[in-house]
């Protein structure tokens, strides 16, 4: 046991009246919303490379933080896990999150490196003997390391996708090996800088053939978890080939993936590609392919993913709202992809920060709740289409050519007249909830 959070207890519920900074308002593990636990609704889960292995640094200034199990080496590696359980325990995390190189140092080779991950794999799974913490997912830092700068399986070097199949083969093996619910594929470099030295045709096969041989390995493995593409938008480059849910799912179905693959959506990348949250989440579930959310914010002043905690309860109850509409989660769940700022230099911060993320989740999913338990939202939608349940109206879509459509609007002197879309009437409706 470290002391890193010494004179900390684990944080308890006390009510919406509470004015104790650690301290639950509004997240109940055990509390039923729409027949399920909170819990299980949310599936909460703490970044380990936001909360362990950020330094607080930025473009203009270097680390802000300091942390006992800062400078490297596997003895640090090896603190850094037993302070992130002790703060999973503080919080009653569900489900934690990370990269192969947060958890462990690179070495001088990538079996170096992988013995690293597996030594820090075999203590998770020991800690998770009596730990209520599970794996949300695991994922392989294909970015950071300037093997990487011109992408990874989009690399122009075959030796560089050679090297990141070898790293996702082993983030994988032990994602499997620690139970892990989802194994995702961040794609932060696979862009271009300029066309003038893009094959853009051949750079997309590439990485189609990548991931079709990530989910062949993982059913040869017998993993049972779904694997996720997170969409990433101008970040570090300009042109992503992820960039937006449509847009993966277009690269999926170009590849016949759309059945084995899913989508983890980011708050901050949604912004990022000109969206709203709530906007990819039901593109996603309209698609069939939602997955997974990481739960962030960004500074709308900048044009940079800023990775805030969340704390705009109206914005996120309406994402959560299409979450339970769409049938809510299955493996996926709310991942805090988020980071203190580089003030909050305390330990202290770090819990709070995820004490105040958990309540606001917490809080917009009884929001969402209530409004589905209204009905009014949903009686609305059925009346703005309910012309569409006439036997004519469904033949239009199945049967009927243009030629058998323009007989009809004959026959019966169609001349429709529009409708209001009562937006400013469903705005109050939401906002009596929010």
Known sequence: MSDFFEGIAPIPFEGPESENP?????????RLVLGKRMEDQLRLSIAYWHSFAWEGGDPFGGRTFERPWFGGG??????????????FDLLGAPFFAFHDRDI??????LAESNR?????????????ETSPTRLLWGTANLFSNRRFMSGAATNPDPEVFAYAAAQVKCALDVTHQLGGANYVLWGGREGYETLLNTDMGRELDQLGRFLSKVVDYKHRIGFPGTILIEPKPQEPTKHQYDYDVATVYGFLRRFGLEKEVKVNIEVGHAVLAGH????????????????????NRNDYQSGWDTDQFPNNVPELAVAIHQILKGGGFVT??????????RQSLDPEDLIAAHVGGMDVCARALLAAAAIIEDGGLDQALADRYAGWETPEARDMLVEADLAAIAAWVDQDNIDPQPRSGKQEKLEN???RFV
């Open 276 to 295: 709203s949250f709530e906007h990819e989440i039901a593109t996603a579930v309209a698609l069939g392919i939602f997955g997974s959310v990481d739960a």
């Open 22 to 30: 650690l301290a639950f308002r509004f997240y109940q593990p055990d």
């Open 116 to 128: 690293n991950v597996r030594e820090i794999a075999d203590y998770f799974a020991r800690r998770m």
């Open 429 to 431: 409706l939401v906002n």
């Open 74 to 87: 596997m003895e640090a590696a090896r603190l850094k896990a037993e302070i992130a359980f002790e703060m």
């Open 332 to 341: 996926g769940g709310f991942n805090f992809d988020s980071k203190l700022r």
């Open 104 to 109: 462990a140092p690179e070495g001088q080779s």
